[in-house]
């Protein structure tokens, strides 16, 4: 079992960064992909980013490319997902994932990943 809590969500200005944290609990998540999702209202979950359990493998959506960066520390065992750039489309709640994913086709699913935090929410005001 894997327990994620993520924190760092808040209200910026568009142009400014935000950075987010998913701190993990079980000694599995070293060994596991890790991905961060959003949700905004009225909208479906849509991902963002993954990591591979390595760190060696990063993967973005098109629309968060070039401004958020992902990363973990498998020896704290967290991740983070740097947020730059940050436009009112941006808003949402977001979600740090992490589970058995493998194939790169299969990061952008939500259904490979088991574990789910409970969602830090981040607002860009215009």
């Known amino acids: 079992q894997v327990q994620l809590v993520e924190s760092g969500g808040g209200l910026v200005q568009a142009g400014g960064s935000l950075k987010l944290s998913c701190a993990a609990s079980?000694?599995?998540?070293?060994?596991?992909?890790m991905g961060w999702f959003r949700q905004a209202p009225g909208k479906e979950r849509e991902f963002v980013a993954a990591?591979?359990?390595?760190?060696?493998?990063?993967y973005y959506a098109e629309s968060v490319e070039g401004r958020f960066t992902i990363s973990r520390d498998n020896a704290k065992n967290t991740g983070d997902l740097q947020m730059n750039s940050l436009k009112p489309e941006d808003t949402a709640v977001y979600y740090c994932?992490?589970?058995?994913?493998?194939?790169?086709?299969?990061?952008?699913?939500?259904?490979?990943?088991?574990?789910w935090g409970q969602g830090t929410q981040v607002t860009v005001s215009s």
């Open positions: 994932a992490a589970g058995e994913v493998h194939s790169k086709n299969d990061y952008v699913r939500r259904p490979r990943y088991t574990y």
């Open positions: 079980g000694r599995t998540f070293s060994s596991i992909a």
């Open positions: 990591i591979s359990w390595s760190g060696g493998a990063t």
